[in-house]
C-alpha cells in the first residue's frame, strides 16, 4: 500500500473557470496555516480553505482526519496553536464566538440545538429579542422565517414534537436570525430521513441561490454533501490532501483509492 505521501499528492488545484470566477472576490472566511496538537500529536497541520459568498464548499475526510478540529477552529470553539481565521480582511482567529457571529458567522450545530419545550415561533423569537429590532420586527421576521422555511403550520407546535427534517429546518431558520454572510453546518443531514434529506438539500442550495449565502458543509454523507456543492476539500491525516470541483473529486483516482472506494457513483 503506498505511504501516506501518496495521498497527500493528490491534486490540489480548481478549474480554470471556478478560479476564475472565485479569483475577483475580495470577501471571503479563509483558514490560514492552521495548526492544532493534542497530547503532542498534531492533528491539524497547515490546513488552508477559502470560502466566498454564493458558494457550498464541502469539507470532507475520514475518521481522525482533523476535518471537525479545523470547522470548530473556524468557528471559534477551539483556538488554533499556529494559523489564522479571516473574515475578509479582519483577523478574527481570537473573536469569541458572539463576536463572529455579529460580524457574519452563523452556525449551525450537529446536535440538536432547537429549545425543545418552545414552540417553533417562539424558538426564533428567543434569538430575535437580542437584536436590536422593535417587537413588530421581530415578528415581522419570525413570520417571514416560518413562511421561508415552510415551518408557517408548526409554529405553535412544540420543538420536541418536530420529525428530524422540520426540527433540521427550524435549526437552520434559527441560524439566519442574525442575517450571516456565512454559515457553517455541522452534520446537517444527521438523524434526517431520506426524503427530508433531499428537502435539506434544497434549503442549503437556496441558501446560496436566493441569500447570496457562503456555505461550509461537512457531513459523513458524502454522495448527498457533495450533490450541492461547488467545491470539494479532502483532509487526510491532518492535512488538505485534495481540493477541486465534485466532479474531479469523485473521478481522483487517489480519492477514491482511500476514501470513496473504487464502487463509489455520484
Not at 422555511?149 to 422540520?166: I, M, Q
Request: charge should be neutral; avoid cysteine; charged fraction near 30%.
Amino acid at each position: 500500500m503506498e505511504s501516506v505521501q501518496d495521498i497527500n499528492t493528490i491534486q490540489n488545484t480548481e478549474s480554470t473557470a471556478t478560479q476564475a470566477n472565485l479569483g475577483s472576490r475580495d470577501y471571503f472566511l479563509k483558514a490560514s496555516g492552521l495548526e492544532k496538537k493534542y497530547s503532542g500529536r498534531k492533528v491539524v497541520d497547515g490546513v488552508e480553505f477559502v470560502l466566498y459568498p454564493g458558494e457550498i464548499v464541502a469539507l470532507l475526510g475520514p475518521n481522525g482526519a482533523g476535518k471537525t478540529t479545523s470547522f470548530y477552529m473556524t468557528v471559534g470553539f477551539i483556538k488554533p496553536d499556529r494559523g489564522k481565521i479571516f473574515l475578509g480582511n479582519k483577523d478574527i482567529t481570537k473573536w469569541p464566538m458572539p463576536k463572529r457571529a455579529k460580524a457574519g458567522l452563523g452556525y449551525l450545530a450537529q446536535e440538536p440545538s432547537a429549545f425543545r419545550k418552545m414552540t417553533v415561533k417562539d424558538n426564533l423569537l428567543a434569538i430575535l429579542e437580542f437584536q436590536d429590532l422593535t417587537k413588530k420586527e421581530q415578528e415581522e421576521k419570525a413570520n417571514s422565517l416560518l413562511a421561508e422555511f415552510s415551518l408557517s403550520s408548526l409554529a405553535n407546535s412544540r420543538a420536541d414534537k418536530l420529525s428530524g427534517g422540520e426540527r433540521r429546518r427550524l435549526e437552520i431558520a434559527r441560524s439566519l436570525t442574525i442575517n450571516p454572510d456565512f454559515i457553517l453546518l455541522d452534520e446537517p443531514f444527521t438523524g434526517v430521513d431520506p426524503k427530508s434529506i433531499r428537502e435539506i438539500q434544497l434549503l442549503i442550495s437556496d441558501l446560496r441561490e436566493r441569500r447570496g449565502l457562503g456555505v461550509l458543509l461537512t457531513d459523513h454523507s458524502v454522495r448527498e454533501t457533495i450533490a450541492i456543492a461547488d467545491r470539494v476539500y479532502l483532509m487526510f491525516e491532518g492535512k488538505v490532501a485534495f481540493s477541486g470541483t465534485p466532479s474531479e473529486f469523485a473521478e481522483d483516482e487517489n480519492v477514491r483509492r482511500y476514501y470513496l472506494g473504487g464502487d463509489f457513483q455520484l
